[in-house]
């Protein structure tokens, strides 16, 4: 099945959530997961300028439609609806470092 979304929309395959890192570790729920969640950009609109298939995002949980295709979790969300684009060679400073 091919989803082409209209508008100015994205379909984002949505990470699975888990609590438990590769090394068995229990992380607790913080604020920031309750807000959004991350994912790939699977398919675009053509009016969608900024986001290719493939982009890492992170898009708000309660902007976008969820969906359920072959038991994997999508997000339909607006363009303007993304938060990030990331990758995973960004280093992310607080304030004061260098």
Same mark, same amino acid.
């Given at each position: 099945m091919k989803l082409i979304p209209k508008? =100015?929309? &994205?379909?984002?395959?949505?990470?699975?959530e888990t609590s438990v890192t590769k090394?068995?570790?229990?992380?607790?729920?913080?604020?920031?997961?309750?807000?959004y969640r991350t994912g790939e950009v699977t398919a675009v609109s053509a009016k969608c300028h900024e986001l290719q298939v493939g982009? =890492?995002? &992170?898009?708000?949980?309660?902007?976008?439609?969820e969906h359920i295709f072959d038991g994997k979790t999508?997000?339909?969300t607006e363009e303007d609806d993304i938060l990030f684009v990331y990758t995973h060679d960004i280093e992310v400073l607080e304030p004061g470092e260098t």
């Open positions: 508008g =100015r929309r &994205a379909l984002i395959k949505i990470d699975p090394g068995g570790i229990h992380l607790p729920q913080s604020k920031s997961a309750e807000r982009d =890492r995002v &992170a898009v708000n949980r309660f902007k976008a439609d999508y997000q339909l």
